[in-house]
């Protein structure tokens, strides 16, 4: 059964860059025809899909965060990671990794992450 | 970009009854609407994926339709553990700005 986790700090301060990995089990990141994300949640508020990376290595942003963000695999750790430099306290909010198929919907989700902005 | 919007916010409803909500994209996006619902607390869940399509395990009493800029997700019989928020989502991308379904 696949598994998603995400793990990283849970306070950045604002300029600094947020760094978050999905750790991913009972399944491999290199099959092909899958996506892994970032989809967000400010607290009280709705999903924000954050960016995709293809299994070919094929990068989507979010064009409203695409200069501050970078998706990327570790197939040797089966992993992949997101980075959001130069956060605000807008930036707060429950991280989510997930896995995306051919089906283009997220069918596989990680329990979320509280991230929090503040100095 | 193209935008999700969807309708009602909030709907207030009763066990046994029949709900629609509503998702509008800007511009067509053919069938690629997703629909997901989430507890507070909890990741989302698929429910529905290619605008009419259920996802593995999820009851039949939820379905979707439409196709190009309108859709809509109905739950035939409302039960007790149906009461969530409910969002539509564009392909993989924008995400609508979700209906809280709560008990009158």
């Known amino acids: 059964q696949l598994q998603l986790q995400e793990s990283g700090p849970g306070l950045v301060k604002p300029s600094e860059t947020l760094s978050l990995t999905c750790t991913v089990s009972?399944?491999?990141?290199?099959?092909?025809?899958?996506?892994w994300g970032w989809i967000r949640q400010p607290p009280g508020k709705g999903l924000e899909w954050i960016g995709s990376i293809y299994y070919s290595g094929s990068t989507y942003y979010n064009p409203s965060l695409k200069s501050r963000v970078t998706i990327s695999v570790d197939t040797s750790k089966n992993q992949f990671s997101l980075k959001l430099s130069s956060v605000t306290a807008a930036d707060t909010a429950v991280y989510y990794c997930?896995?995306?198929?051919?089906?283009?919907?997220?069918?596989?989700w990680g329990q979320g992450t509280m991230v929090t902005v503040s100095s | 970009d193209i935008q999700m919007t969807q309708s009602p916010s909030s709907l207030s409803a009763s066990v046994g009854d029949r709900v629609t909500i509503t998702c509008r994209a800007s511009q067509s996006i053919s069938s690629y609407l997703n629909w997901y619902q989430q507890k507070p607390g909890k990741a989302p869940k698929l429910l529905i994926y290619?605008?009419?399509s259920l996802q593995s395990g999820v009851p039949s009493r939820f379905s979707g339709s439409g196709s190009g800029t309108d859709f809509t997700l109905t739950i035939s019989s409302l039960q007790p553990e149906d009461f969530a928020t409910y969002y539509c989502q564009q392909s993989l991308y924008t995400f609508g700005q979700g209906t809280k379904l709560e008990i009158k």
């Open positions: 997930a896995r995306g198929s051919v089906t283009t919907s997220w069918g596989n």
């Open positions: 290619a605008a009419s």
């Open positions: 009972g399944g491999s990141i290199s099959s092909s025809s899958y996506y």
